[in-house]
């Protein structure tokens, strides 16, 4: 809770940016940074002199749901990708090798192509006591995270959780699992949602490949081909909202009629995702068209952000509060104090306003050599 | 009534053209921003018909909002331009209290609004420094909700101007956080027009030396005996 | 003696790690352990239950809509809300699309390269293939051409040295046993399944917006039906998922179970092998007549000890000397102490990690050694998944089970024993399949029934409102995931989550050791496992991925 009290400097060092990131943020006026393309001119190199670029898809704290989304692709379809597109040496969901041949697959990918393969996260990283909340053979997540990010030509954070921490990383994130950003020095793609669409994965890889370069990316290292635009101007609902009409209960007859979920707590509003455009499992849907507000599954901390509330609760009021109920408060409480210093006064002030009352007024004509005219105004004067 | 005394007055510019229009303009667009904002957090139920197409209101209040908020914006940046050209109760340095007897003013001030304790001293032309404070404050929360409210219309926009703002939405870790903030500092202009309106009105009535009559036409009155003390 | 480490185990989801120990050629002695933990019931305290099924989906992606079922049947169960009956057949028929998913992924793309060899493929026969492929079903992809096309395609890509995924599989090992047409016509349907378990999810998009991780509703279900606009499910959507129902049910009929019978048939050696527990347990699941009429389900509910199909023990979730999980071999702590088990309403979730820092070899097997609770029914370890739900419903009569077990026993020509066995999983999890895409056109046609008599609810009215809440309430959501039984246990006080427990099936089949010594179903079942090449753990992971492991799940 602590972490909002308004400080921001104070919050993002809560969240583990450094001072120097706070710089960043704070002077660059315009968010559409990018990133540093001279990152990726080892990718490209890559792809020319491979048949098929070498990928490594490393599983971390997650639900292996980006994995599942990935597979559901159905332009390009996965099977295309796998056996044609790239090659997946290792990936613990699909691949044919178990124990130690799996992680000999993971040593000679990484060996014989320095610098040269892609690195898939799934998942985020915990640091809790030396990360023994996720080991996989025996080595900790950050331990694998670090040498397998150290020669990756390219490195793309899948879903929430390597973006941005997802579940586990709510409050009171237990395992102090962080975003892999937060962890390695190089550029990272984040492909936030949880899980991403899967298209929009399929998408990134293959952007890197079609068009020999990486996707411009916005100030969160999000693909904008993907993320720059917020699920409400895309919504096929937005008419509804424009014209201020809404569901107001589960199943009541405007939702029957497709109306704008936003007082059901739809996030739309405030989350950046492909997901009324591309929509989900070739084009058929999204969370709204099926009558459930966005939960806002691609943005930061969304977990901490109530799914069925407008706005967050107010930290530090107590957990039913909202910015309202806050806010209102301080109303009602100025009002009366208002109120009481208005019967206060009338009392206690009296007199001074029945002298007042004796005080004829008596305008005088300004007298030369006094101070200056009191109808002229101070050109040059200073305040005091 | 009691037996009148004359006292010599004088007809004192505090509140120049522009401090005025600034006044009314930032006045009705905080009133619109504030009111349009709540609709948008908490939009009514007005069954007018059933069809999007018939009707359009919370786009027009959103319109508002936005062209308000714009118009807020440019109205306070002259407003910061006219602190360093207008008159000395226009000025900056009589809105950063930064000398010792500014302080002091606004602790009389405390004790004479709040403990209804006797005047002492001379009733300050301008406005007093305790008003100087919370002007200030004020101007924080404006530059705020600015920041804020451009920040997010930048996700909605491809025009320059709340691009300049944009990086306050991944600092605030996403939009969601910046609605909750730019939300809640919305009541704090409730809260400031409540405490603000009430006071005009009570030193004008206290004082009776137009304070009301002052931020519509300019004139204030000053006793001659207290002038330029 | 050798002990043998297994870690990761892939082709499964999550963080799974084996030890075994080896002597002449056999396990004696084995330890699972989940090596990935994010504290879902920790993060989940004092928060809104009506939220609680988004967090707890997150659990995991394979099986993606169980726990979101358990959850909000958790807090409707405490809140006492009763759903409409389309909101049911919705869940139903999410939940069967789910299985059929779940179940065909799991078959060949987690399981299937334990028994088909790959590279063997590169020489099969295309035409004798295609007269095989005939043979077995009517599916229309068994030409020569097609599988000579999908003989060159592999090829080429083994040819390019980049083997992928198959890299450093263990091709050409002894156990491999099918022909080379068999292992072709494997790879062919690994490829098809691919493409059609990507079709099937779209019911889940339809009804709840997206796949994976579909959208629920505590009170209902959020998709609305409405025959006069396009903007919800109207005839339009439900041809799609009448369509994709009837498509499911063709691929599963002609494709899935046919590879099933045939691949069954080369490793009948399997029917002895990796049974492991002598005990079963199904909480059931798919009401037909509402969740509150447990004899309704489609699946039933109860226990059996000691294979002994004669009897079926009662289950019940809301017993607290029935259900509980125990942590002496689990890195937590109970405050109570190592050797108490409790009961998931009173459950406690403690870290307390005793184990190595990583990097480490080998784990403290003596002492803690998972992420896992141990879970146990009136102190027995239980096996819980498709076998055990085939096994208590053959054993209660059940008539559409026994239909085709008996079915698949015949054409087998083996016993009901054989079931109890790494075959025997694996082929249980093939047949209730057949039923659920049998089971799911039943619902779907009921749905029909409903809305054309102008039923079009979807939401139980009025279950929304915390205001009226008892300030302290309690409940159970009980369902049968893909891998097994489930349950979530909630506790609310003051409209919020005073404790939240998930007892996964994962969890309980591939939990350590409880305070006695017992081992749970994983490790019990690798005990007396042949091992033919102590550096190549195939017969391992085979017995193993019967179960379809899930260590999200598992752990959470
Ligand atoms: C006194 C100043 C202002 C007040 C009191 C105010 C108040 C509000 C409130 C209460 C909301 C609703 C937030 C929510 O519940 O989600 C809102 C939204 C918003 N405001 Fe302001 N606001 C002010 C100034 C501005 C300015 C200067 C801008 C700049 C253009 C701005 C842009 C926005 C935007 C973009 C939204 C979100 C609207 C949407 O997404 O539909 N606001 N404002
Ligand atoms: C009936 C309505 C109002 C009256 C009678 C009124 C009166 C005044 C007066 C007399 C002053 C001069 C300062 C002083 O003597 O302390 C002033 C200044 C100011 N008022 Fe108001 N006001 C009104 C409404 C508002 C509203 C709604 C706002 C914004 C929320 C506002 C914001 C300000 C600000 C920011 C100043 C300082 C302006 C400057 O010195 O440039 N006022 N007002
Ligand atoms: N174990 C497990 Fe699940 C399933 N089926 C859930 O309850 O896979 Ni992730
Ligand atoms: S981002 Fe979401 S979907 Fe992806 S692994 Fe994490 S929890 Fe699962
Ligand atoms: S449903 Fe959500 S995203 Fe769509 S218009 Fe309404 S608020 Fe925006
Ligand atoms: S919940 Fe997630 S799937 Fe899209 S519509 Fe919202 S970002
Ligand atoms: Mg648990």
Known sequence: MENQVPSIWGAMKAKGYSRREFMYFCGVAIAAAGLERSGFGQVVNAFETKPRPPVVWLHFQECTCCSESFIRSSHPIVADVIFDTLSLDYTETLQAAAGTQAEKSLKDTMEKNKGKYILLVEGSVPLLEDGICCTIGGRSALEILKEAAADAAAIVAWGNCASHGCIQAAKPNPTQATPISKLIKKPVINVPGCPPIAEVMTGVVTHLLIFGKPPELDSRGRPKEFYSRRVHDTCYRRPFYDAGLFVENWDDDAARKGYCLYKMGCKGPTTYNACAVTKWNQGLGYPIQAGHGCIGCSEEAFWDQGLYERLPKFPGFGIESTADTVGRTATVVTAAGVGLHAIMSSIRKRKVIEENMDESVNINPPKPGSAMPADSVDEGGDAS | MATATTLPYRRVYVWELPVRVFHWVNAISIVLLAVTGFLIGWPQTIWMSDEPYQQYWFGWVRFIHFAAGYIFFFNLLFRVYWSFVGNEYARWSSYIPHRKEQFLNAWETLKVDILQTKEKGKISVGHNYLAALTYLGLFFVMLFQVVTGFGLYAGMSDAWLPWLFAWIVPLMGGDAWVRQWHHIAMWAFVVFTVIHVYLSFYHDVVEGRGTISAIVGGWKFERDDEFDK | ?556
């Open chain 3, 1 to 556: 003696m050798t002990r043998v480490v297994v870690d990761p185990v892939t082709r499964i989801e999550g963080h799974l790690r084996i030890e075994a120990t080896i002597e002449g050629g056999k396990i004696t002695d084995a330890y699972s352990s989940g090596t990935m933990v994010r504290g879902f019931e920790k993060i989940l305290k004092d928060r809104d239950p009506r939220e609680a099924w988004a967090f707890v989906e997150r659990a995991c992606g394979v099986c993606t809509t169980v726990h979101a079922l358990a959850s909000v049947r958790s807090v409707e169960d405490a809140l006492k809300i009763t759903v409409p009956q389309n909101a049911e057949l919705v869940r139903n028929l999410m939940f069967c699309t789910q299985y059929m998913q779940d179940h065909v992924v799991h078959f060949y793309h987690l399981h299937a390269l334990d028994w088909v060899d790959v590279v063997s493929a590169l020489s099969a026969d295309p035409k004798a293939t295609s007269d095989l492929a005939k043979t077995l079903s009517n599916w229309p992809k068994t030409s020569p051409g097609y599988f000579s096309d999908l003989q060159k395609r592999l090829k080429a890509f083994v040819d390019s040295g980049q083997l992928g995924i198959f890299a450093n599989g263990y091709w050409g090992h002894p156990a491999y046993k099918l022909p080379k047409e068999v292992n072709l016509i494997g790879v062919a349907h690994y490829l098809e399944a691919l493409e059609w378990q990507k079709e099937i999810v779209k019911v889940h998009t339809i009804f709840g917006g997206k796949n994976p991780h579909p959208n629920y509703l505590v009170g209902g279900v959020p998709c609305s039906f409405n025959i006069n606009d396009v903007n919800a499910v109207n005839t339009e959507k439900l041809n799609f998922v009448s369509k994709l129902l009837k498509d499911a049910a063709d691929f599963i009929e002609q494709v899935y179970i046919p590879d099933l019978m045939a691949i069954a048939g080369f490793y009948k050696d399997w029917a002895a092998i990796g049974g492991g527990l002598k005990n079963y347990m199904a909480y059931g699941d798919l009401p037909t007549k509402g969740y509150g009429d447990v004899d309704s389900f489609k699946f039933q509910r109860g226990a059996i000890l000691d294979r002994d199909l004669t009897k079926v023990y009662d289950v019940n979730g809301r017993d607290e000397n029935e259900i509980k999980e125990y942590i002496s071999h689990s890195w937590y702590k109970y405050e109570g102490g190592d050797a108490v088990g409790l009961h998931p309403w009173k459950g406690e979730t403690e870290f307390n990690f005793t184990g190595p820092k990583p990097p480490y070899e080998q784990l403290n097997v003596e002492g803690k050694y998972s992420w896992l609770k141990t879970p146990r029914w009136k102190e027995h370890p239980m096996e819980v998944g498709p076998l055990a739900r085939a096994l208590v419903a053959y054993a209660k009569g059940n008539k559409e089970v026994k239909e085709v077990v008996d079915e698949a026993l015949k054409k087998l020509d083996v016993p009901i024993t054989a079931l109890f066995s790494t075959l025997g999983r694996t082929a249980a999890r093939g047949l209730e399949t057949r039923l659920i895409a049998r089971w799911a056109r039943g619902f779907f046609d009921e749905l029909i029934t409903n809305i054309r008599g102008g039923d079009v609810s979807t939401y139980a009215k009025g279950s929304w409102e915390p205001a009226n809440w008892p300030s302290q309430c309690e409940g159970v959501g009980l369902t049968e995931a893909p891998r097994g039984a489930l349950a979530h246990w909630i506790r609310i006080k003051d409209r919020k989550i005073d404790n939240y427990q998930l007892v996964v099936p994962s969890t309980w089949n591939a939990s350590p050791r409880d305070p006695q010594g017992n081992r749970s179903a994983y490790e019990e079942s690798l005990i007396g496992t042949p091992v033919a090449k102590n550096d190549e753990p195939l017969e391992i992971i085979r017995t193993i991925h019967s179960f379809d492991p899930c260590l999200a799940c598992a752990v959470h």
